[in-house]
């Protein structure tokens, strides 16, 4: 006897099997992660209090002045905590090199007069990136002797967020317990790991300032019976990592919120499986939902469920992945949605809702002529725009516009809509279609009225011989045909339909050495104001290439594809020549400008370039002292000895050397003072809203300060408004460069600005 088996079972069985598929592929973790911040903000609470952190802060960097601290400072600060009753004294800094032999001895004194309290920390690293060895980091010698050792080696997760915590991991052959471990007195294999409880305020955490314990200035009861850790958490010591939604912390405040979590008790961990069985029940009750706006409410019902229960059961210390049962429901809800729409979507498939007009399905369907005619899509640029100023109501009307404009010029075709801001038309092969375009173009020039709203209107248009048997290609060429057109300036550009993306790559990056002879490389000038004399001193060298046929290419498309066919040398080579040409060319007119260069990742440590760039200084072509070398922070990574000593050796020559995009990389102060650096440039993504953005002007100011500081000059790059520009100021920013001051410009272009600022000043 047959058992028949309803939809709902079936749609239920397919979504479980589904999201158990999903789950061996490993979708869960990226879900479970995004949700992190979500669980932090439903259930926040405030740290136990048994820890204290003593934070070598800014204004203990400002009162010792010196880097490393001298170590009689630890020495100190180990008599007062311990005379104030601390339970223990955990150090989170590294003490793996000598110091002065007079301070390395005062604090193995102290560390002798705590009777046991203090921990040092031991630590693994890479010996360089990309290397699977790695050195072991110990106290040196004299301070281990009456120390005990808690590792304080964590690592983030592959998208740069520390989650978890080891109980313990093992240097120079030797299992250590984890700085938390070590505090909280949890005992656990070395290698194994505890997520990190982040619904702890790292605010509520009490800290101490470290220069205020060194001078006995705090009150003893806030010590006494607590265990101290001590850590950096001044932004020049660039111990910083990123932590689900707190954001970027100090290394120390992850290690207390890790220690935090162990005081509550080692957090368990069951599995997907509770969260999977309880949405199994839940989406049952979606699946036999009949209307959309039942299934709205059951769906959301059910996430609501899901949410609060993984909530109570993380504050209990079981910490259950809520994405699994998140997966099955979204996944039970989505089949439900297309049962319930299908037979919407059968009898409207043909029709676009909005315009009335044929939709892409019509014209993938409508039957193919003895012909190979032509077919067009037509662009409109700053849909969303004319969409907001008309009104939603008003869209349909403005496609039907836009489509008998467009009708017209094509002798009454029919038009089809693609999408919102797409539409295409079948053309019969004609000779010449820049006469076409040409009556298109002008009937477009006048604005479109809807409803007495008169509108501008721009479009571009992409041109493919289309086979009929294969219209879905032919439409996907000439749809990206015509946003190259959009993206390039001009009406319309043809695509081919055969030619697929890979080769137009290599075709591209063969016709690159031939563009490098003939011309078609050009060098465009972004111009960089010094914000003090409110004048144009330097400039960036952007590269740009005209093709004869493809015409304007973004240095987006081609660039990538000069670094991975070692191309990106010759390139390089060619702007430095060009723009030191042009430094020549403008010095005897009477503008002395710097010019930035910038110089790929894979280029520093190459010796073939620097001798390159020598061959060029040997020319006696201008001036390598007016000359910036842009890197960025990566650049230095894969080889740091070879890459140092290469910028080292540019410097030598006269060459300038910029840190380009700092902040979006991991540079230390320590490895920034190697470096032979005259500037930083602070990103535009820490720069575009750090006037109204309160942690990207805070990132900015400190970046500000800290360049200041080993003396080095700051460019900030992203200004779009006068705000931007007047907080930059008001900073002691040094230089500004953005769209709101000037976008790149040729060089002829550049020399009329330069002229015309310049007389500007003189009837100043």
């Known amino acids: 006897m047959k058992v028949a088996v309803r939809p709902t079972s079936w749609l239920l069985i397919a979504s479980t099997i589904a999201t158990l598929c999903l789950l061996l592929v490993g979708v869960d973790g990226p879900l479970d992660r995004a949700l992190d911040p979500l669980r932090i903000v439903a259930a926040p609470h405030e740290a136990k209090g048994k820890l204290l952190v003593v934070e070598m802060d800014a204004e203990s960097a400002a009162a010792i002045r010196q880097w490393p601290w001298p170590r009689e400072n630890y020495a100190q600060v180990i008599d007062r905590l311990h005379a104030a009753g601390a339970a223990s004294i955990v150090f989170d800094v590294d003490l793996s090199a000598a110091s002065s032999p007079a301070g390395d001895a005062a604090m193995a004194a102290a560390i002798k007069r705590a009777n046991g309290l203090v921990a040092l920390p031991t630590f693994a690293q890479r010996s360089r990136t990309g290397e699977r060895r790695s050195i072991d980091a110990l106290p040196i010698a004299i301070l281990r002797e009456h120390a005990a050792l808690a590792s304080v080696s964590i690592a983030p997760d592959r998208d740069s967020i520390i989650r978890q915590a080891p109980f313990g991991t093992i240097t120079q052959g030797t299992p250590r317990p984890s700085l938390s471990a070590y505090i909280a007195g949890r005992s656990g294999a070395a290698d194994t790991f505890f997520p990190i409880d982040y619904t ?53 405040i992850v290690q207390a919120l890790a220690t935090e979590t162990l005081l509550r008790g080692v957090p368990s961990q069951p599995g997907p499986w509770p969260m999977l069985l309880l949405a199994v029940a839940l ?202 057109a959009a993206r390039e300036g001009v009406f319309w550009r043809v695509a081919e339909a055969d030619q697929s993306q890979l080769e137009r790559q290599v075709t591209l990056m063969g016709e690159l050495d031939d563009a490098l002879t003939s011309g078609a490389i050009e060098v465009h000038y972004q111009p960089k104001l010094l914000l003090s004399e409110n004048r144009i001193v330097s400039v960036e060298a952007l590269v740009r290439w005209r093709h004869p046929e493809r015409g304007f290419i973004g240095p987006d498309a081609f660039i990538p594809l000069a670094e991975q066919t070692d191309r990106i040398g010759p390139l390089t080579v060619h702007v430095l020549e060009t723009a030191m040409h042009d430094q020549v060319r403008w010095r005897l007119l009477g503008h002395d400008v710097t010019i930035a260069v910038n110089v790929s990742a894979r280029l520093v440590a190459s010796a073939d370039f620097e001798q390159d760039v020598r061959a060029i200084l040997r020319k006696d072509v201008g001036d390598p002292s007016r000359i910036i070398f842009e890197v960025t922070e990566s650049a230095t990574l894969t080889d740091p000895e070879a890459a140092v000593a290469a910028l080292h050796r540019y410097r030598a020559l006269g060459i300038g050397i910029s840190m380009d995009d700092y902040g979006t990389g991991q540079s230390t102060l320590s490895y920034l003072r190697q470096l032979p650096l005259a500037e930083l440039k602070i990103d ?50 040094d230089y500004a460069q953005g769209y709101h001051i000037s976008r790149p410009l040729r060089a002829e272009a550049l020399v009329q600005l330069l002229s015309a600022r310049s007389n500007l000043d003189q009837v100043a």
């Not at 300032?209 to 607590?226: E, K, M, Q, T």
């Not at 996430?303 to 910490?319: E, W």
């Not at 970046?703 to 931007?724: F, M, N, P, Q």
Request: charged share 20%; proline share 5%; aromatic share 4%.
């Open 200 to 252: 702890i305020n790292p605010a509520s955490l009490p800290r101490l300032s470290f220069v205020a314990v060194r001078d006995g200035r705090f009150d003893p009861r806030l010590v006494r019976g607590r265990n101290i850790l001590i850590g950096g958490t001044a932004v020049e010591m660039a111990d910083r990592y990123g932590t689900p939604h707190w954001g970027v912390l100090p290394g120390v």
């Open 684 to 733: 535009r993504s820490f720069v575009q809203f750090s006037h109204r953005n309160r942690n990207d002007g805070l990132m900015v100011r400190s970046t500000i300060d800290l360049a200041h500081s080993l003396g080095l000059k700051v460019v900030a790059e992203g200004i779009e408004e006068e705000a931007c520009l007047a907080f930059l100021r008001e900073l002691g920013c």
């Open 283 to 484: 989406g049952w009750l979606i699946a036999r939902s009949g209307r959309p706006a039942t299934l709205a409410g059951a769906t959301l019902g059910g996430v609501l469920l899901l949410f609060a229960v993984a909530v109570v059961l993380q504050r209990s210390g079981v910490v259950v992945p809520l994405a699994p049962g998140l997966l099955l429901l979204l996944l039970v809800s989505g089949g439900r949605v297309a049962l319930l729409v299908l037979d919407r979507f059968r009898t409207q498939r043909m029709v676009d809702e909005s315009s009335g007009l044929p939709n892409r399905a019509a014209l993938l369907a409508a039957p193919a002529g003895n012909e190979r005619p032509q077919l067009a899509v037509v662009r409109i640029a700053e849909f969303d725009q004319l969409v907001a100023v008309l009104g939603a109501r008003l869209e349909g009307d403005l496609i039907r516009r836009i489509a008998d404009r467009v009708s017209v010029a094509a002798g009454g075709a029919m038009l089809y809509r693609l999408a919102d801001r797409l539409l295409a038309v079948e053309l019969p092969p004609v000779g010449d279609a820049g006469e076409l375009f040409a009556r298109l173009r002008a009937i477009m020039l006048q604005p479109v009225e809807v409803e007495g709203r008169r509108v501008d209107v721009i479009v571009s248009i992409g041109l493919v011989d289309a086979d009929p048997r294969d219209r879905k290609a032919a439409l996907t060429s000439a749809a990206l045909a015509a946003e190259e």
